[in-house]
């Protein structure tokens, strides 16, 4: 079978901008004569009026951000992942302190607030995107949040978790199940901090070979499947060892911080770990090709 090669390049491509951020990715399809066609884009940071536009999502586990100090180091380094869309987990935060995180980047904001002392998390959308809302799902224990939108003309389903440190298959069937009604006609992407590991002998520093898998970790495998979705941070690095969090209780790096999303789209997205800063976790991110101007 022949094979063709076409390339699409955006503006990052033309020299205007030489230092700017690209990320290529590659995409085969085939036509209707039966030939395959490698498509290559390479994307810019940078909004153009071409068909393709790179879409970040940065989740982390920021340990807290009632601290102004703290806070403004976190948003400082936010923007320079040039993040679209913000998953914050453990803002330590009241309802009533919601407010603080908004600034002339992020003025929409959803949380689910717990207290001052633990759990929290948050969702900041930038302003640089064009966004409405459907409809959202907030839980009371501040453990996750659920928005269903349209970006960019194109629906998605994203959840915001931080999940229990303990043995809780429920929390997850909980998730699943909000998520069950509102993903049919969108495109899912799920991040935050797991609490979990999904194969111990590569995603945990100093764990046995043999381990026996979780009831939570075969809960989540097992709506892996059935939603269609990949840890795709996984996917792209099968035997790669990479961690998120470092335990100065049990002298262990985990990897604890993911995204999984719709195995159909895996081929369009470059995800990232991050270096630990600020918090005792990594933040992560997931970068997305869409189209900016559907046809």
């Given at each position: 079978?022949?094979k063709l090669l076409?390339?699409?390049l955006?503006?990052?491509?033309t ?5 700017e951020?690209t ?6 399809q085939k036509a ?8 290559c884009?390479?994307l ?10 790179k ?27 040039k993040?679209d869309?913000?998953?914050l987990q453990e ?5 009533s ?5 908004s600034?002339s980047?992020y003025?929409?904001?959803?949380s689910?607030?717990?207290n001052?002392r633990q759990?929290?998390v948050?969702?900041?959308v930038h ?11 907030t839980d ?7 928005i ?5 003309n194109?629906?998605?389903s994203?959840?915001?978790l931080y ?5 809780d298959p ?5 998730v699943f199940?909000?998520?069950?009604d ?5 495109t ?5 901090d797991f609490n979990?590991?999904?194969n111990?002998?590569v995603?945990r520093s100093n764990?046995?070979i ?6 939570s ?5 097992d709506y892996?499947?059935?939603f ?8 792209k ?9 470092f335990?100065?209780v ?5 990897r604890l911080?993911?995204f999984?999303?719709n195995?159909?789209i895996a081929?369009?997205v470059?995800?990232k770990i ?5 918090s005792?976790?990594?933040?992560i991110s997931?970068s ?8």
């Open positions: 079978m022949r076409k390339t699409s955006s503006t990052a491509s020299g205007s901008d030489p230092e951020e990320d290529t990715v590659l995409s085969l209707k004569d039966g030939n395959v066609i490698l498509y884009y390479i810019s940071d940078r909004t153009s009026s071409l068909s393709m536009f879409f970040n999502i940065v989740a982390w586990n920021v340990h807290g951000i009632r601290s102004q100090t703290k806070r403004v180091k976190i948003m400082d380094y936010v923007s320079k992942l993040a869309i913000l998953l803002t330590h935060l009241l309802q302190e919601e407010k603080c995180l600034d980047n003025s929409i904001i959803f689910s607030c717990y001052s759990r929290g948050s969702i900041l302003k640089r995107i064009p966004f409405t809302l459907n409809s959202t799902v009371s224990e501040g453990r996750y949040i659920i269903q939108a349209t970006i960019f194109k629906l998605y994203i959840v915001n999940a229990p440190n303990n043995e429920a929390f997850f069937h909980t199940s909000h998520l069950a509102l993903s049919a006609n969108s899912t992407i799920i991040g935050g979990i590991v999904l111990p002998s995603d764990s046995p043999h381990v026996k898998q979780s009831q970790v075969k809960v989540i495998h892996m499947k059935d269609g979705l990949d840890d795709v941070w996984r996917l690095n099968p035997t790669k060892r990479d961690y998120t969090f335990s100065e049990h002298k262990t790096f985990s911080d993911f999984l999303l195995n159909s081929h369009k470059t995800t991050h270096p630990i800063i600020i005792d976790h990594t933040p997931l997305l090709a869409i189209k900016k101007n559907p046809s």
